[in-house]
């Protein structure tokens, strides 16, 4: 396969996984603030934050409301990251690569690009109730990927797009544990309180996690949810079941079926995999959980970049700064 041919299916593996994720933030979010009592300021900078684009938001807006972050992260092009300009790049990537798409994917990747324009030209979502939009975002992106698991070949860039996905799903679900974790919360005094009990509750639906997590686990403890999100190896949102997905994918491309590697990226990701693997969720809160997520996403930007080396060799369209502000 062509550098270029798989370098634009990896990337619209990973725009796809990234708007679906900026629409479940906010989708959840606005439930969260339905739930939480009335003195309690709401949160929406953390969606920033946690995405790592609050430089460029505070560059662009005046202070900080809600009506603002949501048209940031939704509808502005002028933000790399938002909605619709993953949408309109993932829509781009296909167009260039459209022998190697499948009629029913590029029918509904369109749909779901017209879908977001309307909206966001309409501006109906400033009157009116946002949340059946992302609904909508979430529904279209999960009926793509099903096609794809229905009946797309596996070959090589079949993995490709799966290998992009894992990877934004294994750094976006990195940065909203961390984000609820150290800024979310706003004081120690409200952990164990049922503030403390929505806003994790908030975090497991944002990944679709709440009920799996109930029957997995049982009561609600920060400790539990961590070793939910980060380190379960049968949860698809899971970090570590992504960067397993992830080295799967990158071991089909490559035809490495050794227990060595062929290439820098495997190595980085295989050595990920083995820290994850044997790793408890006592160690990651002894070593900090702040301090290990922000660890853990510079080692999934360092196995982007080396994907990009390793098949693409062209310039790396990673968007993210590494840290989330404190």
């Known amino acids: 396969?062509?550098?270029?041919?798989?370098?634009?299916?990896?990337?619209?593996?990973?725009?796809?996984?990234?708007?679906?994720?900026?629409?479940?933030?906010?989708?959840?979010?606005?439930?969260?603030?339905?739930?939480?009592?009335?003195?309690?300021?709401?949160?929406?900078?953390?969606?920033?934050?946690?995405?790592?684009?609050?430089?460029?938001?505070?560059?662009?807006?005046?202070?900080?409301?809600?009506?603002?972050?949501?048209?940031?992260?939704?509808?502005?092009?002028?933000?790399?990251?938002?909605?619709?300009?993953?949408?309109?790049?993932?829509?781009?990537?296909?167009?260039?690569?459209?022998?190697?798409?499948?009629?029913?994917?590029?029918?509904?990747?369109?749909?779901?690009?017209?879908?977001?324009?309307?909206?966001?030209?309409?501006?109906?979502?400033?009157?009116?109730?946002?949340?059946?939009?992302?609904?909508?975002?979430?529904?279209?992106?999960?009926?793509?990927?099903?096609?794809?698991?229905?009946?797309?070949?596996?070959?090589?860039?079949?993995?490709?797009?799966?290998?992009?996905?894992?990877?934004?799903?294994?750094?976006?679900?990195?940065?909203?544990?961390?984000?609820?974790?150290?800024?979310?919360?706003?004081?120690?005094?409200?952990v164990g309180t049922p503030i403390d009990y929505l806003h994790w509750s908030a975090l497991l639906k944002s990944v679709s996690g709440f009920n799996t997590y109930r029957r997995m686990y049982g009561t609600l403890e920060a400790s539990k949810v961590v070793d939910f999100l980060i380190l379960n190896r049968k949860f698809p949102r899971s970090v570590f079941y992504s960067i397993l997905e992830a080295e799967d994918c990158l071991r089909n491309i490559s035809g490495n079926n050794s227990r060595g590697f062929t290439n820098e990226a495997e190595k980085s990701i295989g050595e990920l995999r083995s820290r994850l693997e044997f790793t408890s969720v006592e160690e990651i809160i002894e070593f900090g959980l702040h301090q290990y997520m922000d660890d853990l996403q510079i080692k999934i930007i360092d196995i982007s970049n080396k994907v990009n080396d390793a098949f693409f060799q062209v310039k790396n369209n990673f968007a993210y700064q590494i840290n989330i502000e404190e």
């Open 1 to 190: 396969m062509l550098s270029r041919v798989a370098n634009s299916i990896y990337w619209l593996g990973r725009y796809l996984e990234r708007a679906e994720n900026y629409a479940r933030f906010m989708d959840v979010n606005f439930n969260l603030m339905l739930d939480l009592p009335k003195d309690q300021k709401e949160q929406w900078l953390p969606l920033v934050q946690a995405t790592g684009d609050n430089n460029e938001f505070q560059k662009l807006y005046e202070g900080v409301n809600k009506n603002d972050i949501i048209n940031y992260m939704a509808f502005d092009l002028r933000n790399p990251n938002s909605i619709i300009s993953c949408v309109s790049k993932a829509r781009e990537n296909a167009r260039e690569v459209r022998e190697n798409v499948i009629k029913e994917t590029w029918e509904k990747l369109n749909e779901l690009y017209h879908y977001v324009n309307s909206m966001a030209n309409s501006m109906d979502w400033i009157e009116g109730d946002p949340i059946p939009f992302f609904t909508g975002v979430k529904e279209h992106i999960m009926l793509i990927n099903g096609i794809g698991y229905a009946t797309v070949a596996r070959s090589e860039g079949w993995y490709f797009r799966l290998l992009g996905t894992f990877l934004e799903r294994a750094d976006k679900t990195s940065r909203i544990v961390d984000v609820k974790y150290h800024i979310i919360l706003p004081t120690p005094t409200l």
